[in-house]
């Protein structure tokens, strides 16, 4: 029934394409089978299981290092662990791509899969299959090839690495399995909206063949081992700073530590300092997010009260950029956190120690490190883990050296130094810290310069060494499993699933994925590279959705699967479903069924949440005032319909539809003048939720007329006229056009701005252009070009509009229309909502574009677009959530369902 559908599906595409003119484009079916990717190819490259195969909770996805020469060819997870390879090959330790003969080459990559081949050295080839089987095991086969005339003979290191927290319990179960443990903690917003997750995770590494040594190691390079953060959930948190960092040119800062690092002092107290791995109570995160989020726990420090004084600094050492604020703590307890954005500049006060070094003598730990020459006053600061999160003074020296006596050996230490200005009063930033654990090095054994001393605590390294005979023309293979469970879970079942897993013929994973992509017609492009990205596209696209699980009974998707952050894996959202009008080009029934999932939830007076997922109903409440979503819900519904012709479901979502457009316009016209504002949470309803310049600088959306509402309102009553006439309703047809004729002239009336030529949002008030101080509400935003999606302009407005779209000064810029006029001061093109290109809303400009007859302008405003995006793939190999419109930068959120949406451009272009 499936083929059957799709087979369907596939000719109504191919007859739009007739009548569409298009001079018979090419059928792909095989494209991502028949590839040749290198680190230049403009290639998605993470992999994630099939929605078939997955699950929401405990989810391990991979995203492929293949292109970065200072790095290994690694199968890398935000905090799940890192899959990788390397050989040690006539004594020298090949691992990193520039130590490469021939760098990797990709042939085949689906969504859950990826086939690739390198030389490691002239005559040694490597090819490898690796897929994500399910959310919980993923499989790598190695093929060993020797092309040289002459045996061969080598060590081949499969090994994991984690550099988010330790792997912990390692255990040899026999000479081809290891069992460990690791630790993934969600991030607040998780925890915040009581979504399930799984933090404690147990591990099974099998090796087809047996392993000559089974080893583990806490340190890389010699360095210090790090001692993970710990994590006081039970413990409430007393008063916590919060916020996000950023450099001078306006970008965030994204460096973890130790790169990024934190200091609090109180006071003029240089006796006790926290720093970034001072644990943040009642949470489960650490000081650092991935996101350039951070957070400090004041009482780390001890009692807080009124009239305390906090001095904090923040530093990137890569960049030797810091930032200082000054906390005093006034309305304690009522206010228990502050919100404190750090701006990074130039760092003028005293640098930190480098080289920090410890050696332990018994009981005794020796402190060495570096400084620049002259008089110096260092202190020495130690916390005991992990019972203190605060750094004690344990003595002041002007070398640079000191010895701590007296340790207790069941206990773990950590140091780090700080330059002391006593004259001035101030305290330098503090060293990287060493710590009292006995260090277990990987370099040093792999160099045979160090022997392997047995499993340590803290383990960032679990290896299995063989040696590899391989006669001339012949090859060797053999399979990595990787396989995860919930800790409270069975090792023997899971070792069961790794053996299972050991006799997966991988081919057949292979000719799901062809037959799914089977059904996706290819526009004709006139560079190559667009073909390569309207498949990276389908492949993250497919990547992000899970199958009908817990209160779900369709398939749904969220915004983004690997990495996995809270806000963005919850689950659907009316704005992230635009990108269903992309998707269904190559799965029709999952398109709709995610639809389906917002219908499913709906409120009987025809309210639909804020977001919806398998197990979350977000439902946001302001003011009594419940939040829905920005109403895109039945031109979404319309664009489906017409792409799969399913009457079914175009009955379902027409009542479905009609029934929230009526509640929503019931509920957003509080002044009942005809136009609507939005309401509940109104920066969230609004889709532009961040840096936007008349929430921050003028008012709260919902003291506003909401031209881009409006518009939305507009398209959603002309999707319920055409649905209605599909359904034989004329009478009701009549309605929704009387609806929005209204509307429409409403919009004319009250939005548009002679004197600028352009669309603005209206105070409530009196419809005026000006809320605090005159014209402040005429600030040139992506919104005004809405007119021309929604069909609201007159024909002379939209030449007007199209002028200033493509004045390069203001909206034409080099990689797409920013969400704000470059001549604005307020213009940041890495702001969010305040200057890049958000995908999604330059797909609505095309579709104004081409509404109005401006088909050339559509074309090169995709092909900008395209461009920064192709850009992107062929440096990171990723898709983002938004797109600088003048640099060669992305940010800040990546394998982002919304990038997606370019192939609706595409399509509608180049058809």
Known sequence: MQYVKKLICSLLFLSVIFLSGCSNPRQDIFFLSNINAGAETPIFATYAAAMERSEFVLDEAYEFHFYNSREGIDFTTDTG???????????????RLEDMYKAPEITVSYPDMVRYHYFPVAGLKVEVTFLVKSSHTAVMDVVLENDHLEPMEFDMVLFMRNDYRAFDEVTIID?????????????????GHNLPYADSIINILMLSVRAAEMVAFNSISGESPVIPFYVFPEKEWKFQVTGRSKFENGERNMALSPETKLQVVKEQDYSRIITENSPVWQDMEGSINRDGYFRVE???????????????????EPEDRSGFSEIIIANYPAQRSIRRDVDLKKRKGLPAPSNLKISMKGNNAHLTWEQETGERVFGIYRRTYPDEGVYTLMGEVSNTEFTDDGLEQSKWYGYVICEIDNDSGTLGMHSREVTTVEISEFDGYLKNKTSYAGIKNFSKIIAMKNTVHIEPGQSEKLRLIRTVGRKNGSGSALINQAKDAMNDNLNSYLEQNEQLFSS???????????????FSSFNMMRQVFYPPEAKSAYNYYVFSREPT????????????????TAYALLDPESAMNSQRVFSERQYENGYINYRTGAYLDEIIELNNELTSSAPWYNFQNLELYQITGDSKFLKDMYNSGSKFYEFYVSNRDKDGDGLCEWGGHAVLESVRDASVVIWDEVGWPSHFEGLDLNCMLVAEAKALEKMALDLGLDEEAGKWRNDWEQRSRLI?????????????????????????????????????F???????????????????LTDPDKFWRKYGIPSLAADDPYYNDKGYWNGPVWVQWNYLIVKGLLHYGYSNEAKEL???????????????????EFYSPDEDWAGYHRTYIWAGIINRMLWDVYK
């Open 748 to 784: 004319n009336e009250t939005f548009w701005d002679d004197e600028t030529g352009f669309y603005y949002h209206v105070d409530t008030e009196d419809n005026d252009f000006s809320f605090k101080t005159k014209d402040d509400l005429k600030r040139e935003e992506i919104i005004g």
């Open 520 to 534: 996706v017609t290819v526009p004709a492009f006139d560079n190559p590279d667009l073909e390569y990205l309207y």
């Open 565 to 580: 952050w809270g806000w963005g894996h919850g689950g659907q959202v009316f704005h992230e479903s635009l990108t269903m």
């Open 175 to 191: 000479d081809s399995t290891f069992y460990f443990t690791h630790q993934e903690y969600p991030d607040s917003w998780t925890i």
């Open 786 to 804: 809405l007119p021309l999606w929604a069909g609201v302009a007159d024909r002379k407005q939209a030449e007007i509009l199209v002028r200033k």
């Open 298 to 316: 004041l009482g780390n420090l001890g009692v807080v009260e009124n009239g305390n004084v906090y001095h904090f600094e923040m530093y990137n």
């Open 81 to 95: 662990g890192d899959i990788c390879i390397g050989f040690i090959i006539d004594g020298q330790w090949r691992y």
């Open 862 to 880: 995709t092909d900008r677009v395209a461009a920064g995006m192709i850009i992107q793939l062929k440096k990171n190999h990723n898709l983002w």
